[in-house]
């Protein structure tokens, strides 16, 4: 059997375009104690899409959880409730799907990750009959200049209302309020952040507890669609070695994440296989994206049940 086209392929348009609203309800599993929302990157998309356009009071929060990611929730338990109470988590690591599948057999979870970059350029691609307003937020000056340039090269009918980089330091109360202030007057319904895990999964909260957007924490997206950084090659990305690419292009800045990281991945899942007493019996759940979830190790709240976590944003900073 063919490979389910993505946004990264060579004609992915087709596909994407003939995507109508989301039919069901993807399964949400636990991953290290984490929700995650079990679907392929066509399902994803139409999600976000969906949610952004539709009108809601409050603010949506999503997040591209790689081992990386869960391996500091599950070093931090602040983070780690963020990620529980969020409205919805992607699985952007190859390797947060052979253990969501590992560990949930003959559930039919899907093979392939939500690759935060393919998110990107599926939702543009998606939004643009719609005219769904974007605001980019994150990387720097140079950065977010060649990726607008890029994204009105590839979508010329989308909107981006709007760009900014931040200072490479904490917000003072009074310019996260004139930030806040920039995003509602623009009009933005989505809002990507790009500011690194796990500075943008405490900003992406912050920003859908304060306004009615999509925040959607997306990681380094900005730099591979820009083409400021290189990505790894298809064949890499399938087979779970994307993180050998990036180590050997910026190893560095990446060693200790790779090394320490993925080494708490795999015994955080380890632990909670053992905890549910087998490997495979964690439960599936299905629900829709914003909504509060029903039983044990579930989603968590909506935007407007989320606890604080603004204080712990200041510190996060890691690009």
């Known amino acids: 059997m063919g490979r389910r086209p993505t946004v990264s392929d060579a004609e992915p348009r087709e596909a994407l375009l003939a ?45 591209l959880c ?64 719609a005219r769904l307003r974007h605001y980019l937020l994150g990387s720097t000056p140079e950065v977010l200049a060649a990726l607008q340039r890029r994204l009105r090269q590839s979508f010329p009918d989308a909107l981006v209302v709007g760009a ?73 990305q399938r087979s779970g070695l994307e993180w050998c690419y990036r180590l050997a292009q910026e190893p560095g800045r990446l060693w200790r994440r790779y090394l320490f990281g993925n080494a708490r991945f795999v015994y955080a899942v380890a632990r909670g296989a053992v905890a549910r007493g087998a490997v495979g019996r964690g439960a599936v759940e299905r629900r829709a994206v914003g909504g509060r979830a029903v039983g044990r190790g579930t989603v968590g709240r909506t935007a407007g049940g989320r606890r604080a976590g603004g204080r712990r944003a200041a510190s996060h900073r890691r690009r």
């Open 66 to 129: 790689n081992a990386y990611t869960l391996a500091l929730a599950d070093a931090d338990p602040d983070l780690h409730a963020l990620l529980r109470q969020a409205s919805a988590n992607f699985p952007d690591g190859q390797s947060v799907v052979w253990a969501n599948r590992l560990t949930h057999p003959g559930s039919g979870l899907p093979a392939q990750r939500v690759y935060g970059p393919d998110l990107f350029r599926g939702v543009f691609l998606l939004g643009q009959p």
């Open 164 to 236: 900014e980089s931040p200072p490479f330091r904490p917000l003072t109360e009074q310019e996260r309020r004139a930030q806040l202030d920039r995003i509602r007057d623009c009009r933005a319904q989505l809002v990507w952040v790009g500011l690194g895990t796990p500075k943008q999964d405490w900003e992406a909260a912050r920003l859908a507890r304060a306004l009615p957007v999509v925040a959607v924490a997306v990681g380094a997206a900005f730099d591979f669609v820009a083409g400021t950084k290189r990505q790894a090659p298809q064949w890499m």
């Open 19 to 63: 995507a109508g609203p989301a039919a069901h309800r993807p399964p949400v599993v636990t991953c290290t104690g984490v929700p995650i929302v079990a679907c392929d990157l066509l399902t994803a998309a139409r999600t976000v899409r969906d949610r952004a356009a539709a009108t809601h009071p409050s603010g949506v929060d999503i997040h």
